[in-house]
């Protein structure tokens, strides 16, 4: 069983910059990736980034690519941090976002947990 508490989420205005953070618990060698989805209200859950534990091979969603950094800290044994740092935020961006943990690729049907979600708000 894997824990998944998500944190860092608010309000940001249009340009500004935001960390996600998000520790893992629990049986670290049931998962070989992490990553964020979102969803904005009215819409349907987004594949926003995600990353093999073992050597951080990162993929990123079109819309978020040269803006967002996916990063891993596994070096808080027993627990991996994950973070997904948001910069030039865009008012599209806002959405709750949702850690997982599953297997590659990260596509929905691989998530084996979910974190509660984090809301992030883009306005100014």
């Known amino acids: 069983q894997v824990h998944l508490e998500e944190s860092g989420g608010g309000s940001v205005q249009p340009g500004g910059s935001l960390t996600l953070t998000c520790v893992a618990s629990?049986?670290?060698?049931?998962?070989?990736?992490m990553g964020w989805f979102r969803q904005a209200p009215g819409k349907g859950r987004e594949l926003v980034a995600y990353?093999?534990?073992?050597?951080?091979?990162?993929?990123?969603?079109n819309d978020v690519k040269g803006r967002f950094t996916i990063s891993l800290d596994p070096a808080k044994s027993p627990h991996y941090t994950m973070y997904l740092q948001m910069n030039r935020a865009q008012p599209e961006d806002s959405a709750t976002y949702y850690c997982?943990?599953?297997?590659?690729?990260?596509?929905?049907?691989?998530?084996?947990?979910w974190g509660q979600g984090t809301q992030v708000t883009v306005s100014s």
């Open positions: 997982a943990a599953g297997v590659w690729p990260l596509v929905e049907e691989h998530v084996r947990y």
């Open positions: 990353l093999l534990k073992s050597d951080s091979t990162s993929w990123y969603n």
């Open positions: 629990g049986n670290r060698y049931s998962t070989n990736t």
